[in-house]
Nanobody
Framework: QVQFVESGGGLVQPGGSLRLSCAASGIIFRFATMGWYRQAPGKQREVVAGIYSDGIAVYADSVKGRFTISRDNAETMVSLQMNSLKPADTAVYYC????????????WGQGTQVTVSS
């Protein structure tokens, strides 16, 4: 059974940092493309960052230079280091596997809330 458990969210001031973690199970992790997604109130879910099985990372333009995605195949975990956070980064963050298309997902975990506010 596929399962993603996200953690690490919270309330942070603009300019601050957070590190999100996602524990994945039920997939062949080392071969999987992993992605972080977010959904802000009233908006569609969007991809934030992805990391391929070979370690190559891609980022949405809105987070490039501020966010870093990484993976630990031994622990089947994917992380998202978020620096220089902005109020526009406020959203529920999710991880998932497979293609970096949020519309193609049949299952989502509970997500972790990130709120950037002074």
């Amino acid at each position: 059974q596929v399962q993603f458990v996200e953690s690490g969210g919270g309330l942070v001031q603009p300019g601050g940092s957070l590190r999100l973690s996602c524990a994945a199970s039920g997939i062949i992790f080392r071969f999987a493309t992993m992605g972080w997604y977010r959904q802000a109130p009233g908006k569609q879910r969007e991809v934030v960052a992805g990391i391929y099985s070979d370690g190559i990372a891609v980022y949405a333009d809105s987070v490039k230079g501020r966010f870093t995605i990484s993976r630990d195949n031994a622990e089947t975990m994917v992380s998202l280091q978020m620096n220089s956070l902005k109020p526009a980064d406020t959203a529920v963050y999710y991880c998932n596997s497979g293609s970096l298309d949020p519309a193609a997902k049949a299952y989502w975990g509970q997500g972790t809330q990130v709120t950037v506010s002074s």
